[in-house]
């Protein structure tokens, strides 16, 4: 069984790995035997060291993705320091809160081009590396609970990951015929960087707190099985899924 998910010999190019959710996916893949490519917009040394630790290399790459970048250069880049790229996981995303009414165009626009365009500029950057190169791909997308719901003052983070979720169906329609799959994972609400604000508002914390199944919040662990199911090289025959993973969120 250990097979199915072995990775070895594999490459996977993570966004946003230097904390919580990239870091803990990140380090998913490395135990699992991929050498990681990771990607954020400052240096992230205990990432690096937790991945080294697994005894799998790590190449390191410093990119804001709020600003213009060269994303055939980043995939090239990470090819060429670890001989290819065979995974990609688009975790890289930012939210800026505020009423509707005052939302600004400014953080309409950043939260779009980190979370969206950034996910698909880079994806397809990679799908040309792995189609060029005879690779069977795997793209794994960073969903939400909001690809879902509506959410309250984050109009553009809602937008964003609705739109990862219709962008994850079109690619996955695409590539498939190309031996590349392209699944989407959906944290639920997960102890992170994302969802401190939520977590240090009372009365906010304990309605969250009260409608999960589970009885608490995700952490990066949770979501180990299921973006190693996605990179699997036996999971060729799943694409185009939205994954929740939220202690039961959705269902309640």
Known sequence: MNALFDLSGKTALVTGARTGLGQGMALALARAGADIA???SSPMPETAALVENAGVRFHQQTVDLSR???ATNVVAEAASALGG?????????IIRRADLLDYSEEDWDSVLDVNLKAAFLLSQAAAKHMVATGRAGRIVNVASMLTFQGGIRVP???ASKHGIAGLTKAMANELAPRGITVNAI???YMATDNTEALRNDPDRNAQISARIPAGRWGTPDDLATAV???????SGYVTGTVLPVDGGWLVR
């Open 68 to 70: 213009p970048f060269n």
């Open 186 to 188: 959906a944290p639920g």
């Open 85 to 93: 790229v065979d995974i990609l996981v688009n975790n890289a995303g």
């Open 38 to 40: 990771a990607l954020g």
């Open 228 to 234: 190693l199911f996605f990179a699997a090289p036996a």
């Open 156 to 158: 553009a983070y809602t």
